[in-house]
């Protein structure tokens, strides 16, 4: 089980996509003691990885000392970070507090491409070398692109880049318009685009030893077994089934892009969340509603259920449209 913690809402940089809206720390982020409070539950309820991201997580002051603490009690803590302030000093002290992976985010091989969409004009030059950093010390780190219209041809090439670099993986996102991202909502892939991309990144998977996993794309599961891919993961969306998300001020969610708040860390116990909400039981039951409910793949899709809400008055049990098995 796999659960993310917003560290905190404050970023270096203003990207076009951010589901967050980082920027500025807001007033009620969980303090060091709060914090350290949150890691021992979540170890607790069962979760073996714990994802530190923001916002950008080098942000907070206390980071190194949380992921310390997080691998003492027995967490295997990985960053989410933008990966432009990952000095070689900085990857060492990551590395020596017991961090396991980085996931480093990169869209565009073109730097101003990149640059205009992370909102800096260094972003792509200090991204590139935060990798090398992590690469040049040992600091196992992966590449994670967000797809959109205007850089789907670039995916391909991404995976061939992060293989040259030295990274471990390629994690591709599709957009979910939620936050900042609702403002380029028309940058999201059609249906027939979106298969097909899905079918190109599967395809190279078989071609390369590097870990190919596409994000907000459950179909990915469907297609890879149709190909008769021995795939290492087993079901597409987890939102509330063995995934959630903690926002910076304590907010659980089960996913990301799915902007429904089951509870708050700091008034009920996060095992008590997760094992309670009303909203983590629903998703649970897996009845959606339309052809993913009667979707034979259903059980190993599921079925984006963020992208269900957002085109769908917020019912995230709803059908998936942008499947090619949807019928609308």
Known sequence: MIVSWNTTNKCNLYC???????????KEELNTEEAK???EEIQKAGFKIMIFSGG?????EDIFELIEYASEIGLRPVLGSNGTLITKKVAEKLKSVGLMSVGISLDSLNAEKHNKFRGDKNAFRDTLLGMKNCRDIGLR???HTTVMEWNKDEVIPITDFA?????????????VPT??????????????EYESLLKDIMNKQQEVEIEIKPTCAPQFIRIGESMGMK????????????????????DVQPCAYLNRVAGNV?????????QNSSIFKELRTQDYKGSCGVCKFKHNCGGCRARAAYYNNGDYMAEEGLCIYSNK
């Open 16 to 26: 076009s996509h951010c589901y967050r809206e980082a920027g500025e720390k807001l």
């Open 37 to 39: 409070k949150l890691i």
């Open 56 to 60: 950008e997580p080098l942000m907070r």
């Open 141 to 143: 780190f992966q590449i």
């Open 163 to 175: 293989v040259a670099m030295g990274a471990s993986a390629h994690h591709i996102f599709f957009l």
């Open 179 to 192: 936050g900042r991202g609702e403002n380029i909502e028309e940058e999201v892939l059609n249906r027939d």
């Open 231 to 250: 795939l290492r993961f087993k079901r597409g969306c987890l939102a509330g089934i063995s995934y959630c998300i903690i926002s910076p001020k304590g």
């Open 266 to 274: 700091k008034d009920t116990s996060f095992n008590y969340i997760w």
